[in-house]
Every structure is written in C-alpha cells, then in structure tokens.
C-alpha cells in the first residue's frame, strides 16, 4: 500500500521535544486534504494499491513497466520540471521561492 506522506513503518522513536516530533507526520494527509491539495478519492485510490498490482508490468513507450517505477518515473520528471523553473527564474533575475524537497 502507498501511503502519502506518513506511514508506520517509517516510525522512529525520538527524544521528547525534538524538533520533528514523528507524531505530526500522521497528521500530514488530514492536513493536505483540508487545504485541497490531495482528495478523498485520491487518498482512498492510493491506499487501496497493493503490492501485486504495483508490481504488474504493462508496455509504456516500446518498453515495459511496473507501476513502482512509473511512479517513480512520474516524481523524476516533476523534480526535473521544478529545477527548470527555478533556472528560469534565475535567469531572469527572479529570486525562487524556498524550495524543500522531501
């Protein structure tokens, strides 16, 4: 199952008040929803993929494919759009907004 943002395994204990305290990550889909940005059904599409069916390959551009790699694919192509823009930008003399990638 793919989760967004959070999951459990991903969980590590870590000292009280440390500055990323694990146990806002599991608000992050809540938060996501309620400012638009992710939906219900999205959400709910996400967590029903299971491991059988993201591993099925099919024919994507004269080769083949699994849906883990043509998510994977997919995030690629978007950070390479992102760092296009941010040399746009640049170039013309535009301070980028701070970017975080995850």
């Known amino acids: 199952m793919i989760k967004i943002a959070f999951s459990p395994i991903y969980y590590h204990e870590l000292p009280e008040g440390h500055r ?7 608000l992050i ?3 996501l929803l309620h400012e638009g940005k992710i939906s219900e059904y999205g959400l709910k599409a996400m ?14 551009n004269g080769g ?7 998510l994977n ?18 170039i013309n ?8 990638g995850w």
């Not at 990323?20 to 599991?26: S, T, V």
């Not at 694919?73 to 640049?90: E, P, R, S």
């Not at 003399?93 to 975080?100: A, C, G, R, S």
């Open 64 to 70: 083949k494919l699994n849906k883990y790699k043509f």
């Open 47 to 60: 967590g029903e993929l299971d491991e059988k069916s993201l591993s099925k390959e099919f024919n994507w």
């Open 20 to 26: 990323f305290p694990m146990l806002k990550y599991e």
């Open 93 to 100: 003399n535009i301070e980028p907004p701070k970017y975080i």
């Open 29 to 31: 889909p809540e938060q």
């Open 73 to 90: 694919l997919i995030q690629d192509h978007q950070t390479h759009h992102v760092g296009q823009l941010i040399v746009y930008l640049k």
